[in-house]
Nanobody, 121 residues
Framework: QVQLVESGGGLVQPGGSRRLSCAPSGSIFSILNMGWYRQAPGKQRELVGVKSSGGSTSYADSVKGRFTISRDNAKNTVDLQMNSLKPEDTAVYYC???????????????WGQGTQVIVSS
């Protein structure tokens, strides 16, 4: 079983920055896509951004130019650098990974428990 543990959430003022980190544990042969989703109060979970093992990255339009995903493929970690934060970025942020647990097995999706980010003055 794979577990993803996020860190870095908290309270930040509008216009500020925050960096989230995610580290997995468990049986991992390789990770294909890895990234972040978020869920604001009363809304559905939405994609923030995802980065493939090859390095290609996609972002939600709402965060383009402000958020950056970085991966360390050797450590299987992923970070989310959030700049120019807005109150509408307030949400629980979830780490996501598409993991191949063992050679020859199909990949499966895993999610972290989430870390709260509140953007408020």
């Amino acid at each position: 079983q794979v577990q993803l543990v996020e860190s870095g959430g908290g309270l930040v003022q509008p216009g500020g920055s925050r960096r989230l980190s995610c580290a997995p544990s468990g049986s991992i042969f390789s990770i294909l896509n890895m990234g972040w989703y978020r869920q604001a109060p009363g809304k559905q979970r939405e994609l923030v951004g995802v980065k493939s093992s090859g390095g290609s990255t996609s972002y939600a339009d709402s965060v383009k130019g402000r958020f950056t995903i970085s991966r360390d493929n050797a450590k299987n970690t992923v970070d989310l650098q959030m700049n120019s934060l807005k109150p509408e970025d307030t949400a629980v942020y979830y780490c996501y990974a598409n993991v191949v647990p063992e050679l020859g097995r199909r990949p499966s999706n895993f999610w972290g428990q989430g870390t709260q980010v509140i953007v408020s003055s």
